[in-house]
Nanobody
Framework: QVQLVESGGGLVQPGGSLRLSCVASGTIFNIGAMGWFRQAPGKQREFVATCTSWNRTNYAVPVKGRFTIFRDSAKNTVYLQMNSLKPEDAAVYYC????????????????WGQGTEVTVSS
């Protein structure tokens, strides 16, 4: 059984900052990429950022230069530092991980968290 649990969402004023965290737990053999997607009301889920197991990062254009993704592989944790937040960043943020479950089919699979809500409003 594998779980991804996000935390750190909340209400912030425009221009403010938040740091999201996501911890993967369970019978994990190996984690490859970890990252974040987001979904605003009435919109499709969209890619935000990803970080490989070699700490290679990639960002969506709207967040590049404002958001930073980093991970602590020893803790199976990925973070998203969000600065200079804008109202259009408001969404539910979902963590994902491509990982191999110990004792499973030994193939990488995508796992998702339940989401943490970010509200940007004055």
């Amino acid at each position: 059984q594998v779980q991804l649990v996000e935390s750190g969402g909340g209400l912030v004023q425009p221009g403010g900052s938040l740091r999201l965290s996501c911890v993967a737990s369970g019978t994990i053999f190996n984690i490859g990429a970890m990252g974040w997607f987001r979904q605003a009301p009435g919109k499709q889920r969209e890619f935000v950022a990803t970080c490989t197991s070699w700490n290679r990062t990639n960002y969506a254009v709207p967040v590049k230069g404002r958001f930073t993704i980093f991970r602590d592989s020893a803790k199976n944790t990925v973070y998203l530092q969000m600065n200079s937040l804008k109202p259009e960043d408001a969404a539910v943020y979902y963590c994902y991980a491509k990982l191999v479950v110990a004792g499973g089919n030994w193939s990488p699979e995508d796992y998702w968290g339940q989401g943490t809500e970010v509200t940007v409003s004055s």
